[in-house]
C-alpha cells in the first residue's frame, strides 16, 4: 500500500492525474456531458501513458466530475450529471438568497471529505465491504429503490398527494421503451425512437433546466440576473468551518455515500438521494431543507463523491465495474491485458494500491482547484437573464443531443421542460419527477428478477427474508409514518398560530 | 527517480504521436471513406463479452481506417436497443455496431424490436464461445450430475439467470436435454450484471460462455460447457456434446450501407483481428478467433437466421 502511495506522489503521476481533475471539471459543469462519456472519450489518449498514470488521469476525471456538477446544479438549477440532482434542492436557494461562494465552497470541500472517505474505503476496508454489498440480491436492490422514494416526503413541497404523483410520471417515462428481461415494445406510441427508451440524461436536463429557461424569460421583467453575490473575504474558511460543524452529518453522508457506491448498478444518483433523505430525517431542525440548507447541498455532495471511489471495489474484487465511469476504466485496463479483478491484488498490486491513493489525492486536487475558482464561476449568476436563459438553451440542447447523438432525445427534452413549467405552476415539484426517472431502471428489473425468483422458491422468502430486506422494508414504513406525522403535526400548528394571529 | 521522467518523455512522445496520426490520416482521409470519426455501437453494459469485442478491436480499427471509432453504449432490451438504433442510423459506414449472433436472432424473434437481423450489413465475425454453466465456488453443487439430480427432484425449484430471451432460450435447450425443469431468471443489460447475482447466492446458477466462466475462474465454478469439446481455457469441465449453443462476437452495419465501404471496414477488422496481441487476448480470454468475408459473415447470420425461424 506504501508502494502505491509512493508511486501516486511522483511529480509525473501528479501531472497527470491533475490534468484529469481539470478535464472532470469542465465534463461535470456541463449537462449532458457525464462523468460515463468524458472518461470514455479520455480513454484513447491515456493509452500513451503508463498504465498507472493511464487511470489515474481517469480516475481523477470521474471524481473531479462528481464535484462539479454541482456547479450548475447550484447556480441554475439544473444538475450537471443525474448524481447532483439532490444537490439543486438545497444549493440553487442557496444561490437566490446571495449565498452562491458559499454553496460552491461547501459542495467543494464535501466532494474532498466524501472522496477521501470512499477513497480511504477502497484502499482499507474492500473485501470486508464487497461480502457485505454481496448479499444485495434484486429483491434487495428493489426495496432500496422504494427507500429512496421515500424522500419524496422530504420533497413534495405543499402536497404529498402531487409529490407521488411526480415520481408516478417519472417511473411512468423510465418503462417507456423495450422492456427489461423479456424485450417488449411499451408506450411507444408507434415511434420507432421511443423503443431505445427515454434517455436519462437528456430527461433530467428536460425536467430542470427548460423550466428554468421557461422562469427566466417569464421574470425578465422583475429582474435582471438570478441573484446578487458579492465575493466575500474568508468565505472559504468559514464554509468549511460550517460543514465541520456537522461531524455526525459528514460521517453519515461518508458512510451511505461509500456504501450505495459499492453495490454495483446503484451508483453515485441513488447514493445522493438517500444520503440527502437521511440527513433531512436525522436533523432536528427540518424547516429549511429545500430552502438553502447548507447541509443539504453537503448531504449530496458528500455522498456523490464518496459512491465514485467505492464504485471501484467491486471492479478490483469481483471484476464487475460498480458503475458506468467504473467499466470504462475497467474496459481501459483490459486493453492494457490486465484483467481486472481479484486477481490483479496478485498481479499488480502496487497498480490497485496507487489507483486508491490517486482517488484521494483526486479529491484533495479537486478542492484546491474547486475553491480557486469558486469565487470566478458563481460570477455566472450575475450575468443578466436575457443573456443566460440563452445560453442555458444553447448548453441544454447541445448536451441532451451529444448524450446519444440523437436529435430526438431534444425533442424529448423540449417536451418534459415544456410539462413539468406547466405542472409546476400547479404545485408539482421537478423533483419526484427526476427521482422516478432515476429509480425507475433500479426497481423495475430488480422487481421482475426477484419475482421470477419468487416463482421458484416463494415470494415470502424472496421479499420478506433477511437482515437487509427487514431492515429497508421498516425504514421505508418509518419514513412513511413519520412524514404523515409531522405533516400533520405542522397543520395542526399553523391553525393554532392561525387562530392565535386572528 | 528514472521512471518518472521516462512517463513524462513517453507522455509527451505520445502526444506528438497523436498529432501525427491525426495530421496522417487527414491526408490519407481526403481521398474518401472514411474521412470522420466512426461510430461502434456497444449493445450491452460496458464491462460485458461485447464491450470487450469492441475495446480489443478499437486501436487496430484505428490504424487501419485512419480515423477515430468512438464506442457508444446503447443497452438495454437484450441488445434490442443498440440493434434498433443501428438499424436507424444512416447506412453511409460510419455507424457500426458489435452484433451477437444467434442473440440478435431470438431477441428478435416474433417481437416488435424495429428491426430485421437478416437484413443489416454484416462486416464480419471475430470471436466465438460455447455456453457455460456456472455456480458459485461456495455452491452446494460441485458437479452436472448434483445439479441434475437435484433439479429432477425438485422440478422448477432451481433458479439460474441468463441474458434476456436468448438466455431463455439456451437454458431451455440444455434443461431439454438434461430432461430437468428450472426456473429461468432474465437479466437485462449483459453478463456484467449477473455476477454479483451469482457471487451473492441470489440465484443457484448462471447461463452465460466459456468466456465469462475463463475471466471469473476464481470466483466461479463451471458445471458444463456446449459444444463436442472440452474449452482449453477450462480444463476438465465436462462437455454436453448434445448442446449447440455457441456465442459469436461481431461487427456489422447498418442495412444498405454501400457494398464497398462494407469491403474497406472488412478489411480493417481482418487488419485489427490479425494483431498477434489481439489475437492472443482473445484465445487467453476462452474465446476462439474467427476471420471472416462479407460473403461468410452474411452467410453466418442468414444460417441463424434459418434455424430459429423453424
Not at chain 2, 463451471?222 to 461487427?251: D, Q, R
Amino acid at each position: 500500500m506504501i508502494e502505491g502511495l509512493m508511486q501516486a506522489l511522483t511529480p509525473g503521476y501528479m501531472l497527470y492525474l491533475t490534468l484529469g481533475v481539470m478535464i472532470g471539471m469542465f465534463v461535470g459543469c456541463l449537462p449532458g456531458l457525464t462523468a460515463t462519456m468524458g472518461t470514455a472519450l479520455l480513454v484513447p489518449f491515456t493509452f500513451a501513458l503508463p498504465t498507472g498514470e493511464g487511470i489515474a488521469m481517469l480516475g481523477g476525471l470521474y471524481v473531479c466530475a462528481m464535484f462539479s456538477d454541482a456547479i450548475p446544479a447550484c447556480l441554475v438549477n439544473t444538475p450537471g450529471t443525474p448524481a447532483a440532482m439532490a444537490t439543486a434542492f438545497d444549493g440553487h436557494p442557496m444561490v437566490l438568497k446571495g449565498r452562491g461562494q458559499e454553496a460552491i465552497v461547501a459542495s467543494c470541500f464535501s466532494s474532498a471529505l466524501g472522496t477521501v472517505f470512499g477513497a480511504g474505503c477502497y484502499l482499507l476496508l474492500a473485501w470486508p465491504l464487497i461480502t457485505i454489498a454481496l448479499k444485495f440480491g434484486p429483491a434487495e436492490f428493489f426495496w432500496l429503490g422504494v427507500f429512496a422514494l421515500t424522500i419524496i416526503g422530504s420533497l413534495a413541497g405543499d402536497s404529498i398527494l402531487k409529490g407521488l404523483a411526480g415520481a408516478a410520471i417519472g417511473l411512468l417515462i423510465s418503462s417507456v421503451g423495450i422492456s427489461h428481461g423479456n424485450e417488449l415494445a411499451r408506450f411507444t406510441f408507434g415511434i420507432p425512437e421511443f423503443r431505445g427508451g427515454v434517455s436519462l440524461v437528456a430527461g433530467l436536463i428536460g425536467i430542470f433546466a427548460i423550466p428554468q429557461v421557461f422562469s427566466m424569460v417569464a421574470e425578465l421583467r422583475k429582474k435582471e440576473f438570478i441573484a446578487e453575490y458579492k465575493p466575500k473575504g474568508g468565505e472559504t474558511l468559514n464554509t468549511i468551518k460550517k460543514v465541520l460543524s456537522h461531524p455526525v452529518h459528514v460521517l453519515r453522508s461518508s458512510v451511505i455515500g461509500s456504501f450505495i457506491g459499492i453495490l454495483p448498478g446503484a451508483g453515485s444518483p441513488i447514493a445522493a438521494i438517500v444520503s440527502y433523505n437521511e440527513a433531512v430525517r436525522w436533523s432536528k431542525d427540518k424547516s429549511q431543507y429545500g430552502k438553502g440548507d447548507l447541509r443539504g447541498v453537503t448531504a449530496s455532495e458528500i455522498a456523490n463523491n464518496a459512491a465514485a471511489p467505492a464504485a471501484m471495489i467491486p471492479l478490483v474484487t469481483l471484476g464487475v465495474p460498480g458503475s458506468s465511469p467504473a467499466a470504462v476504466i475497467a474496459g481501459a485496463l483490459m486493453l492494457r491485458g490486465l484483467n481486472p479483478g481479484p486477481e490483479l491484488f496478485q498481479s499488480d498490486g502496487a497498480l490497485v494500491y496507487s489507483f486508491g491513493w490517486a482517488l484521494l489525492l483526486a479529491g484533495i486536487v479537486t478542492f484546491i482547484l474547486g475553491s480557486l475558482f469558486a469565487p470566478l464561476l458563481v460570477r455566472i449568476i450575475r450575468i443578466p437573464l436575457r443573456l443566460l436563459a440563452p445560453l442555458i438553451m444553447l448548453l441544454a440542447t447541445i448536451g441532451a443531443y451529444a448524450i446519444r447523438n440523437n436529435i430526438f432525445d431534444v425533442y424529448i427534452m423540449l417536451g418534459l421542460g415544456v410539462f413539468v413549467f406547466i405542472v409546476r405552476r400547479l404545485g408539482f415539484h421537478p423533483g419526484p419527477i427526476g427521482l422516478g426517472l432515476i429509480l425507475g431502471p433500479i426497481i423495475e428489473p430488480s422487481l421482475i428478477q426477484a419475482l421470477y425468483i419468487s416463482d421458484a422458491i416463494g415470494v415470502g422468502r424472496v421479499f420478506f427474508t433477511g437482515t437487509i430486506n427487514i431492515t429497508l422494508i421498516a425504514v421505508s414504513i418509518f419514513s412513511v409514518a413519520f412524514v404523515i406525522w409531522t405533516r400533520r403535526r405542522d397543520q395542526a400548528q399553523e391553525r393554532e398560530n392561525a387562530s392565535v394571529g386572528s | 527517480m528514472k521512471t518518472q521522467h521516462d512517463y513524462l518523455r513517453r507522455g509527451i512522445l505520445g502526444a506528438v504521436a497523436g498529432a501525427f496520426v491525426a495530421i496522417t490520416a487527414g491526408a490519407a482521409g481526403a481521398a474518401g471513406y472514411p474521412d470522420k470519426p466512426v461510430t461502434f455501437i456497444v449493445p450491452y453494459s460496458p464491462g460485458g463479452g461485447s464491450d470487450q469485442q469492441a475495446r480489443r478491436l478499437q486501436p487496430g480499427l484505428e490504424k487501419a481506417l485512419g480515423v477515430k471509432v468512438r464506442i457508444v453504449y446503447k443497452t438495454g432490451g437484450g441488445g434490442a436497443v443498440g440493434f434498433g438504433e443501428l438499424w436507424r442510423s444512416k447506412n453511409d459506414g460510419y455507424t457500426i455496431s458489435n452484433v451477437v449472433v444467434p442473440n440478435i436472432v431470438i431477441t428478435a424473434q416474433g417481437k416488435d424490436v424495429g428491426f430485421k437481423p437478416g437484413k443489416f450489413s454484416y462486416i464480419g465475425m471475430t470471436a466465438r464461445a460455447v455456453g457455460a454453466l456456472m455456480v458459485p465456488k461456495n455452491s452446494r453443487f460441485k458437479s452436472l450430475d448434483q445439479f441434475v439430480a437435484e433439479a429432477k427432484a425438485n422440478p422448477g425449484k432451481i433458479t439460474v439467470a441468463g441474458v434476456g430471451s436468448t438466455g431463455k432460450m439456451n437454458m431451455g435447450d440444455l434443461a431439454n436435454i438434461l430432461g430437468i425443469k428450472h426456473a429461468y431468471v432474465p437479466v437485462s443489460g449483459g453478463v456484467g450484471k449477473m455476477i454479483p447475482m451469482l457471487l451473492g447466492n441470489h440465484v443457484d446458477a448462471g447461463m452465460t460462455a466459456s468466456s465469462h466462466a475463463t475471466k471469473h475462474k476464481m470466483k466461479l465454478n463451471t458445471l458444463a460447457v456446449a459444444g463436442p469439446s472440452e474449452v482449453g481455457t477450462l480444463p476438465g469441465i465436462p462437455n454436453v456434446e448434445k448442446w449447440g449453443y455457441m456465442t459469436t462476437w461481431g461487427v456489422m452495419a447498418p442495412p444498405g450501407t454501400p457494398a464497398d465501404r462494407v469491403k474497406v471496414l472488412n478489411a480493417a477488422l481482418l487488419k485489427a483481428t490479425a494483431d498477434p496481441k489481439v489475437r492472443n487476448m482473445v484465445i487467453k480470454n476462452g474465446l476462439q478467433p474467427m476471420r471472416q468475408t462479407v460473403a461468410e459473415a452474411a452467410a453466418y447470420v442468414a444460417a441463424a437466421v434459418k434455424k430459429h425461424s423453424k
